[in-house]
């Protein structure tokens, strides 16, 4: 499959969006009070939203390295089409 330098871009953006996004989140999530029990134990709460926020990161980065590859093998295949490109 040839992904179009459109596609690529946005899966690109994609990723970005992903670790700009997540761990802020994850951050507020932290200092949430529903976060931690009276022991200093992570609640149900805290635990969901990490697992949420792992997944995502890592889906978040796939997508990002599909998107590079994509705009790689582009950039290959026009340099190929011009001569080599040297």
């Known amino acids: ?3 179009s330098r459109g596609a690529s871009l946005f899966l690109l953006a994609f990723a970005v969006w992903s670790w700009v996004i997540w761990p802020n989140f994850m951050r507020n999530v932290w200092m949430d009070p529903r976060s931690w029990d009276a022991t200093g134990s992570p609640t149900g709460f805290f635990t969901v939203h990490l697992v ?3 997944v995502s990161v ?3 980065t796939a997508i990002g390295v599909i998107g590079v590859r994509g705009l790689l093998a582009l950039h290959r295949r026009r340099a190929s089409s011009r001569g080599g490109g040297r």
Do not use: C
Request: without cysteine.
């Open 1 to 3: 499959m040839k992904l």
């Open 52 to 54: 949420l926020t792992v």
């Open 58 to 60: 890592a889906l978040g």
